[in-house]
């Protein structure tokens, strides 16, 4: 069955991370994806190893993890983009597709006549979407960002991380992550627009406007209360108990989110009493009060192992999980039984191991029959669409086009 967005076909000129994840979600979704590279070199992301993807007798290939993890389900062309020929594949590329993705610095492609402004002039009905780190205007629109910058400059560093320690950055490219959602949400928005009026849309994404708008509650509780958010370590600053405790083997994630599961909380754990303490009846109250609250549950639960917590705290519907390792994710029975972890054919290493996409549609079940592309794996059956013939492509290729 083809995925629900099979009737669009996207031209991906973004690389890195944060427009390339909104690519792949459309990917995923069943949109022919079009990733534009250049020629030898592709997406700086390729050479982000170690490690890389191991071919099947063994030796590395030029396929760094990090590309892997954003690129699946796409067809590669290799195109030189500041030459002129090389600009005239992508506009032609760009005038059978329905959706342009970039994330080139601001202005950047007006030179070559690929911005949002020339296509959509060519082509009127055609979606542009352009990521860049702090948007098409403003102060700071000349300036290049990453992610971890953007964590910095937006707020998120100040709030993460131990009360006394260092800022600290998220494991993982939040911000990159973030960005790509919010794109993939606008594009569609757009496509929807699209279909009722005809007419096509030009998106401006930066990554410091999505780094403030998931500031979130963080943000409202500086603008209602006016005090200036901290780093608290894992205590939440709005519920309580929510917090890393210690136990007899490790540690544990315990996240009570209302009074009735404080109450049950703390019958399970044969501390009844705790649950008519003034302290903490309500969740106002155990915010005013964690100081006391904290010790007291990280003491009780040293009693218990992981597992014996889990046998109390789960069938009392009491929120409460083990911090797994990533190798611990991928063996979890839930993950396993949900197929999160899929094998897909790969031209070099035979397979390709891809954490796939949570979306689950009973109707329009995801297909992943694609796995990231090698550097221009597609040129050649891409031109041919264009209706170039091989003495073409050829003498393209001679002059260092594609």
Sequence with gaps: MPGPLSHLRILDLSRIMAAPWATQILADLGADVIKVERPGVGDDTRGWGPPFLK?????????????????????????DLAKPEGQALVRDLALRCDVVVENFKAGALAKYGLDSASLRALKPSLICCSVTGFGQ?????????????????????????????????VGVPIVDLMTGMYAAIAILAAVAKRERNGEGESIDLAMLDVQAAFLSNQAMNWLVGAKVPHRAGNRHPN????????????????????????????????????????????????????????????????????????????????????????????????????????????????????????IRMRDAPLVFDRAPPTLGQHTAELLAELGLDDGQRAALAAKGVI
């Design 55 to 79: 071919a099947e007798d063994g030796t590395p290939t030029r396929e760094a993890g990090y590309f892997l993890s954003v690129n699946r389900g796409k067809r590669s062309v290799t195109v």
């Design 137 to 169: 205007d403003g102060p700071r629109a000349d300036q290049a960002a990453y992610d971890f910058m953007i964590q910095a400059m937006g707020g998120l560093m100040s709030l993460t991380g131990e009360r006394d320690g260092a800022p600290q950055k």
């Design 239 to 358: 519920i309580q108990p929510q917090d890393v405790f210690p136990c007899a083997d490790g540690h544990v994630v315990l996240a009570v989110g209302n009074d009735g599961q404080f109450v049950k909380l703390c019958e399970a754990i044969g501390r009844a009493e705790w649950a008519s303490d003034p302290r903490f009846i309500r969740n106002a109250d155990r915010v005013r009060n964690e100081a006391e609250l904290t010790p007291l549950i990280a003491e009780r639960f040293r009693d218990f192992t992981r597992a014996e917590l889990g046998a109390l705290l789960d069938p009392a519907g009491v929120p409460c999980g083990p911090i797994n390792t990533v190798p611990d994710v991928f063996a979890d029975p839930q993950i396993v039984h949900r197929e999160m972890l899929r094998h897909l054919p790969h031209p070099l290493a035979g397979t390709v191991p891809q954490v796939v996409s949570p």
